[in-house]
């Protein structure tokens, strides 16, 4: 028994016009860095797949808007496939309550934390109204209180994509004041 296959490559085809829909909040440069569907580019499934699993680590953007993926139309004309991701944006900020006891010398222990997980410091003086979102920077703020009037405070930032390139800068400041008592016997 003899088998013969015959495969015929057919045209290749580029991507063509990529648009984004749907970012309320999240600007487009921040989504376009994520994504691997270059205009002008050869057509690639896995390149499709890739920035989708890229989009849905940023965690800005609701997992169910990507469904199958973007949406795609096939331009036979030009050999091209124009591509159209349409995204529902979500919250990704976190804030954490906690409280514990450390023993008859610490007392109780209590800690706040707020972290916005995609935020603008350009945008932090802009005038508009809330918290300054869009540029997937992200800006921590603590607060933590134990003892005899001991406190701490904090605050981390964070630029993912520093000076275009994605190496992760940041800073992180903290202060602690604190007051205790002795006790003689």
Not at 1 to 8: G, I, Q
């Amino acid at each position: 028994l003899d088998l013969y296959f015959e495969v015929t490559e057919g045209e290749v085809y580029e991507f063509g016009d990529v648009r984004i829909a749907g970012n309320t909040r999240t600007k487009e440069h921040v989504i376009r860095r994520e994504i691997r569907t270059v205009p002008g580019q050869p057509f690639s499934r896995q390149a499709i797949e890739r920035s989708v699993r890229e989009l849905s680590t940023l965690q800005y953007f609701d997992p169910a808007s990507f469904g199958t993926g973007p949406a795609t139309n096939v331009n036979d004309a030009d050999k091209t496939v124009d591509l159209v991701y349409n995204l529902s944006e979500t919250s990704s900020d976190q804030l954490e309550l906690s409280g514990g006891w450390g023993g008859g010398n610490i007392g109780l222990i209590l800690t706040a934390r707020v972290t916005f997980n995609n935020f603008s410091i350009q945008n932090m003086f802009d005038g508009q109204p809330g918290m300054p979102t869009g540029d997937g920077q992200k800006l921590a703020l603590q607060v933590q209180t134990y003892g005899t009037r001991s406190q701490v405070y904090s605050l981390s930032f964070t630029e993912p994509w520093f000076r275009g390139r994605q190496t992760p800068a940041g800073f992180s400041l903290s202060y602690l004041n604190s007051t205790y008592r002795t006790s003689t016997t």
